[in-house]
Nanobody, 121 residues
């Protein structure tokens, strides 16, 4: 079992910045992809950004140039630096990891509990 714990959400004015962190723990052998998703009220959960263990990244078009995802493999930790925030970025942000657990043959997707990001206009 892999646990993901997020931190760093909060309330910020439009144009401001926030940094989200997510630490994975448990019987982890390796983590291939770590990412951030978000879900706004009344909308489906959507991918914000993802990063592989090799450092390849993928971003939603809506956040390109404003958000940066990074990770420290040795700490099983992923970050999301969010700059130039807009009110439409308001959502619950969830950490996600595809982790291979010790003793199990296949990787499994785990989710964090979510952290609220609110951007005021």
């Amino acid at each position: 079992q892999v646990q993901l714990v997020e931190s760093g959400g909060g309330l910020v004015q439009a144009g401001g910045s926030l940094r989200l962190s997510c630490a994975a723990s448990g019987r982890i052998a390796s983590i291939n992809v770590m990412g951030w998703y978000r879900q706004a009220p009344g909308k489906q959960r959507e991918l914000v950004a993802a990063i592989t263990s090799g450092g390849s990244t993928n971003y939603a078009d809506s956040v390109k140039g404003r958000f940066t995802i990074s990770r420290i493999n040795a700490k099983n930790t992923v970050y999301l630096q969010m700059n130039s925030l807009k009110p439409e970025d308001t959502a619950v942000y969830y950490c996600n990891a595809d982790a291979l657990t010790l003793g199990l043959p296949l990787p499994k997707t785990s989710w964090g509990q979510g952290t609220q990001v609110t951007v005021s206009s």
